[in-house]
């Protein structure tokens, strides 16, 4: 990198974060609030989808062994995509809201609940479901880590992000949780 290459590379953040007022103690800000409340709620539904993969692929019970694993691929390479499509959009657009991550978890949700209450009675329609469901929560990503910058100021942005990652690993766990207890009994 050249000395104006590098020079421009240390301009660039403190160009971003100068509208943004300094915080001088780490008390919890409006927006690192919501950030903590949000992200584990996001992991839990991500892990919740994922972990049900299983029991679904279970109820196909005439495939073999092989197509169970292509199968278990199918949710995460939708997500991939869908992922690389949603951070496209958001760098394109140059607005990460754009690529909301409401919509996305909305539409995940309710594809997730449609495949749990359709079950293992129609296989395919439970799994394309179940795809949709975790293609769309893990889809913003990207632009959502992406956003956490531009709104929180630089001198508490590592705490804010790791107490909204700790938040996360908290809901993932939960989510494991919730899909030990509900299919215990089944």
Avoid at 42 to 58: F, G, H, N, R
Wanted: net charge positive.
């Amino acid at each position: 990198m050249s000395d104006a290459e590098k020079g421009r590379t240390r301009r660039a953040p403190q160009a971003e974060q100068a509208h943004i007022a300094p915080v001088r103690d780490y008390n919890p800000t409006p927006i690192g609030i919501v950030l903590s409340e949000r992200v584990p709620l996001w992991s839990k539904s991500v892990c919740t989808a994922y972990m049900w993969l299983p029991s679904i692929l279970k109820a196909a019970s005439t495939i073999d062994i092989v197509s169970v694993g292509w199968l278990a691929a199918v949710p995460y390479l939708a997500a991939i995509v869908l992922m690389l499509l949603a951070s496209w959009l958001s760098d394109k657009t140059r607005k990460p809201q754009s690529s909301s991550c409401g919509r996305f978890c909305s539409s995940g949700t309710i594809a997730f609940v449609s495949s749990y209450l359709i079950g293992g009675s129609h296989f395919w329609i439970s799994f394309a479901l179940l795809v949709v469901a975790g293609a769309t929560m893990y889809a913003p990503y990207g632009p959502f880590f992406a956003l956490v910058p531009e709104l929180i100021p630089s001198n508490v942005l590592g705490g804010a992000m790791g107490s909204s990652n700790a938040c996360g690993a908290l809901g993932a766990f939960l989510g494991s949780w919730v899909v030990v207890i509900s299919t215990r009994d089944r």
